[in-house]
């Protein structure tokens, strides 16, 4: 079972960017997929960016244009830029893997524990 370690995350103001690393102990094979899940206080856990093979890529509307997903399988590594922090986005963001549909986020079966980001206005 592959674990997967979120680190990256943190306080920054509204408009602010961090970027999301996800170590993975191995790089899974093909066929893929990797995702970025995130949870608010009080909310249900919601996918936000996914990819799978060479790149191909999958983005809710509500990070489209903010949010980049990419991948670095040398390195057993995910990662997620966030530009243009909003309060909103304001949430513990979780990697995951181990769906056999991408972007059927209930699918995912391998989690880490979590990194938290925090955006104030």
């Known amino acids: 079972q592959v674990q997967l370690v979120e680190s990256g995350g943190g306080s920054v103001q509204a408009g602010g960017s961090l970027r999301l690393s996800c170590a993975l102990s191995?790089?899974?094979?093909?066929?893929?997929?990797l995702a970025w899940f995130r949870q608010a206080p009080g909310k249900d856990r919601e996918g936000v960016a996914a990819?799978?093979?060479?790149?191909?890529?999958y983005y809710v509307d509500s990070v489209k244009g903010r949010f980049t997903i990419s991948q670095d399988s040398a390195k057993n590594m995910l990662y997620l830029q966030m530009n243009s922090l909003a309060p909103g986005d304001t949430a513990k963001y979780y990697c995951?893997?181990?769906?056999?549909?991408?972007?059927?986020?209930?699918?995912?079966?391998?989690w880490g524990q979590g990194t938290q980001v925090t955006v104030s206005s």
């Open positions: 191995r790089f899974p094979t093909m066929p893929y997929c």
């Open positions: 990819i799978w093979g060479a790149g191909s890529t």
């Open positions: 995951a893997t181990g769906a056999t549909v991408c972007i059927m986020w209930s699918t995912y079966q391998h």
